[in-house]
């Protein structure tokens, strides 16, 4: 009888212990990213071409490829996304991008860190273009 109450106190630790550290995990950079400042960009002192643009914030991390032809933003490509991406986000965070041709853009409830991750990548490849 012991022995069963020792082996279920056991499991009942490694439960909480992992439920913690998934949490601690999942909330990692979440206060970070939600204090993000996404500065605005000229597009008009742009150059032609395709430039690749990075954020790094734990599970925020994403790439996105841009294309600019004439001081307009053609194309946003998802190179690699946030974890646990929800794509109607990221559809819907592109086109305002790309309908705006801004990073000013009115987001997406419930998704905020999400979509300032996406808009610092984008900010970030907007300023190779400046380049």
């Known amino acids: 009888?012991?022995?069963?109450?020792?082996?279920?106190?056991?499991?009942?630790?490694?439960?909480?212990?992992?439920?913690?550290?998934?949490?601690?995990?999942?909330?990692?950079?979440?206060?970070?990213?939600?204090?993000?400042?996404?500065?605005?960009?000229?597009?008009?002192?742009?150059?032609?071409?395709?430039?690749?643009?990075?954020?790094?914030?734990?599970?925020?991390?994403?790439?996105?490829?841009i294309q600019i032809e004439s001081g307009t933003i053609t194309d946003i490509e998802v190179v690699d996304t946030v974890m646990f991406e929800k794509p109607e986000v990221t559809e819907a965070l592109i086109n305002q991008v790309l309908d705006k041709q801004s990073l000013v853009i009115d987001g997406v409830t419930g998704s905020t860190v999400s979509v300032n991750a996406y808009l610092k990548a984008i900010e970030d490849a907007l300023m190779k273009a400046r380049q």
């Open 1 to 65: 009888m012991k022995t069963i109450a020792k082996l279920l106190t056991l499991v009942i630790l490694v439960i909480v212990l992992l439920g913690f550290g998934g949490m601690t995990y999942l909330s990692n950079g979440l206060k970070d990213g939600k204090s993000i400042t996404v500065n605005t960009v000229d597009l008009s002192s742009l150059n032609d071409g395709e430039y690749l643009g990075t954020y790094e914030n734990k599970r925020w991390d994403n790439q996105v490829k």
